[in-house]
């Protein structure tokens, strides 16, 4: 049988699609769920250090390590699970345990990632999330109740996901410990992995969300300097048909603008795309999770549309002034230009018509002087053409003033046809 050799990376692609399974999750159960950040220029950060900080966890626990160069692993710390991913921006760690404490949300819950584990991090905290997972009441009206003690009934979101198979809520807000909470009410029968399903959408919303408004501060930042760049810019534009400046000094004033605008657009060009990618996230994430009203309560979606679809056309909005702004710029700098190079053929329309004048002038002193080198030539003409027919004039009787008389005419005539010849030629 003929063998077809593979492509060295059709494993390693196909393997992809199964690198990162959701968890399954028995009911009562426990999910902590943390991020950790970069401050600064994450997406180039040292992935070692990233691996390192994962080592030292698992051996905390004498847990298996994952593989060389892995950006993602699945294991067992003590008696729970933990999932780890690395991201182009941040790492994620995620802890499932069985059963729930008697106090709802416990901050003890967290203390499977150490303080000190934590001191130790290559980041810093971007999220931290508790989950607490239970059983669906027989009724509802009774989980309701319990959702008023736990969370600010002004924020809270609460829908049945996933055609009814459970009830999720949250507020998002951040408790006194430092945590975010969540709320999932699991419908009899529904299996361990769409209960894992459910949690892990909960904390990819949480994460992208919260990725993907990090733009929100920078863009206040970039608003204020292009608040400041518009008035100059606008300005320049309305002189564009004016005098009062030299076009020379408005391009290079153009020019200094336009260069700052570039400047700012290769800084937040990263963070624009960035930030439509997590929200796009966010959106498919609360769309897969097929929300039903649940009371009259808001829905995530709908939570989402008045708390945090402003926030990201700010985003938009900032992006697409820039944007505008650096194209603005572009076009006057190229009506600025061919203003000058305008101004430039005047000046040099100017320059050849006062040439020509100068030629014209060249060209009729040459020509009296030509007519005065006829003169001069002919003088000495005459004068060395007599000591030739002096000798035959007196020898005929003829006086020297009447030889030279008749002799003047002749040598002129000649000397002005020889110097009108040799003009011709010259033309």
Not at 81 to 97: I, R
Not at 119 to 134: D, M
Not at 236 to 242: C, F, M, P
């Amino acid at each position: 049988m003929t063998t077809f050799a593979d492509h060295p990376q059709r494993y390693t692609i196909v393997n992809e699609l199964h690198a990162r399974p959701f968890p399954a999750i028995e009911v009562p159960g426990t999910a902590v769920y943390l991020a950790i950040k970069e401050p600064d220029d994450a997406a180039n950060r040292d992935r070692t250090r990233d691996r390192r900080h994962l080592l030292d966890l698992l051996d905390r626990n004498g847990g298996a390590h994952p593989q060389p160069e892995a950006t993602h692993f699945f294991g067992e710390i003590g008696r729970n699970q933990l999932k780890w991913e690395s991201h182009t921006e941040f790492v994620t760690y995620s802890v499932f345990g069985k059963g729930v404490a008697s106090r709802p949300f416990d901050p003890a819950e967290a203390a499977v990632f150490p303080e000190d584990w934590l001191a130790q991090a290559p980041g810093k905290r971007l999220c931290s999330v508790l989950i607490r997972i239970e059983h669906m009441p027989e009724d509802e009206s009774e989980a309701l109740a319990r959702l008023e003690d736990w969370f600010v009934g002004e924020s809270l979101a609460v829908s049945k996901v996933v055609d009814g198979a459970a009830l999720v809520a949250g507020d998002f807000r951040i408790d006194a410990a430092g945590h975010m909470r969540f709320a999932v009410f699991v419908r009899p029968g529904t299996s361990q992995r769409r209960v894992g399903r459910i949690v892990q959408r909960l904390c990819e919303v949480e994460t992208y969300r919260a990725m993907s408004m990090l733009a929100l501060p920078r863009v206040r930042h970039l608003n204020a300097r292009l608040n400041t760049l518009d008035p100059r810019l606008s300005g320049l534009v309305s002189a564009l048909d004016g005098t009062e400046r030299s076009a020379e000094l408005m391009l290079h004033d153009l020019l200094a603008i336009s260069a700052e605008l570039e400047s700012l657009s290769v800084k937040y060009t990263f963070r624009f795309g960035a930030t439509a990618a997590y929200e796009a996230i966010v959106n498919q994430r609360i769309e897969v999770m097929r929300e039903i009203r649940l009371g009259g309560r808001q829905t995530f979606a709908e939570f989402m549309m008045r708390r945090y679809d402003p926030a990201m056309r700010t985003v938009k909005s900032s992006e697409s002034r820039l944007r505008s702004m650096a194209e603005r710029a572009a076009r006057a700098a190229e009506l600025l230009s061919t203003r000058v190079d305008v101004d430039r053929s005047a000046q040099n329309q100017k320059l050849l018509e006062s040439m020509d004048r100068r030629a014209d002038v060249q060209l009729r002193l040459q020509r009296t002087v030509e007519g005065l080198s006829t003169v001069a030539i002919s003088y000495y003409a005459i004068n060395l053409a007599s000591y030739v027919i002096y000798p035959a004039t007196e020898a005929a009787g003829v006086s020297k003033g009447m030889g030279l008389a008749v002799l003047t005419p002749v040598v002129l005539l000649g000397v002005w046809l020889m110097v009108r010849r040799i003009r011709h030629h010259l033309d």
